[in-house]
């Protein structure tokens, strides 16, 4: 018991330690984030909080998980997109060179043997195998999650805790589909969840340090990395959909604004105030409100995806046609999908209005 015991412990206790640490490091070598009109904090931070739930996460890993070529290779990769997101937070990086930085990253890992071999037809059930186009599909999905969870972050607490979430799912998942046989990969998700909640003791609003790009990118890799390792496996005919149920938070945020911008022919990878919690801010809810929102629709995502892992086909394939639908009309209603000018003003007047109250 102690072997599965003490690792959480660790991670927990060492996430809650080492972020001071991380936070008077981030204050020497001016990783600080500056408030702009896009975001929501008004006063100057310090950022790169991730580096200690990375440090967590690892020691407790390598002093007590079974250090397979697999967990090597996730290590690797998020050494090095931790890296990334380190250079990002002290000096600042293009696009381009963080997405190059992803892709390398992610190409880190296909050594080790974590790809996406084949996927599973939701609609008959067969097998398809990828054969030459596994690693390029890995390597899309891996840069794809890292992104995804990279954009969410801009609440105190909104990355961490979804990601948290996102990793108790696939525990819970992974338990559904082999039990005892899935422990290893069952105990990293649930190591990096310990790690995370002794993090957010300092990150929740108000936050004393923001997890950066440092965290952000670390956290969508691991989980990126954890899913194919611990869900792509099965050959269960709903495999190849649970992963973005259970990510579905900021893979449909990501998705929507991917969908908003080339609708409104504005380039892709430029940043607006229309993600979710931007809009879920301008409807009037607070900053904690809107994160603990988020937290209960990535909560209800994971469930969904628990049930759907044991349900029929036929079941399955009704529940996501539902969701698909109650999805869409909810991002309509909320504005991710695009908001009037009005909505955005009403989102400035209540930043403005806060900050005069605090003033």
Not at 18 to 24: D, E, I, K, N
Not at 41 to 62: E, Q, T
Request: a positive charge; aromatic letters at 8%; glycine letters at 8%.
């Amino acid at each position: 018991m102690a072997y599965y015991i003490l690792p959480l412990l660790l991670a927990l206790i060492a996430g809650y330690l080492l972020t001071p640490a991380v936070r008077v490091l981030a204050l020497k070598v001016g990783a600080m984030d500056l408030p702009d009109p896009r975001k929501v904090h008004r006063s100057i931070m310090p950022r790169m909080g991730g580096l200690a739930v990375y440090l967590a996460f690892v020691a407790a890993v390598l002093l007590f998980r079974d250090l397979t070529p697999q967990v090597w290779g996730l290590l690797a990769g998020a050494t090095l997109i931790l890296l990334v997101g380190i250079l990002d937070d002290i000096k600042g990086l293009s696009a381009r060179v963080k997405l190059a930085g992803q892709v390398l990253a992610a190409a880190v890992i296909v050594p080790f043997g974590i790809q996406v071999h084949f996927i599973t037809n939701p609609l008959n059930g067969e097998m398809i195998f990828l054969g030459v186009f596994s690693i390029p599909v890995t390597i899309f999905w891996v840069v794809a999650v890292t992104n995804a969870v990279n954009l969410i972050d801009g609440l105190d607490g909104l990355a961490g805790g979804v990601s948290a979430i996102a990793a108790m799912t696939m525990a819970a998942v992974t338990w559904t589909q082999w039990g005892s046989g899935g422990m290893e990969n069952i105990m990293l998700t649930l190591t990096l969840v310990a790690a995370l909640i002794g993090f957010l003791k300092h990150n929740f609003f108000p936050a004393k340090i923001f997890l950066g790009d440092t965290g952000s990118l670390f956290l969508g890799f691991t989980l990126a990395v954890m899913a194919v390792t611990g869900l792509t496996k099965s050959a269960a005919a709903v495999s190849v959909i649970i992963p973005l149920v259970i990510l579905g938070v900021p893979l449909l945020d990501t998705f929507f604004a991917v969908v908003r911008r080339c609708h409104e022919r504005k380039p892709i990878f430029e940043p607006d105030k229309e993600h979710l919690h931007h809009c879920l801010m301008a409807m009037g809810l607070s900053h904690r409100q809107t994160v603990l929102t988020i937290y209960v629709l990535s909560a209800f995502l994971g469930i969904t995806a628990v049930v759907l892992n044991m349900v029929t086909n036929h079941q399955a394939l009704a529940m996501l046609v539902l969701l698909a639908v109650v999805v869409i009309y909810l991002a309509n209603r909320v504005g991710v999908l695009g908001r009037t000018q009005q909505s955005g003003y009403s989102l400035s007047t209540k930043e403005n209005t806060q900050q005069s109250r605090k003033m």
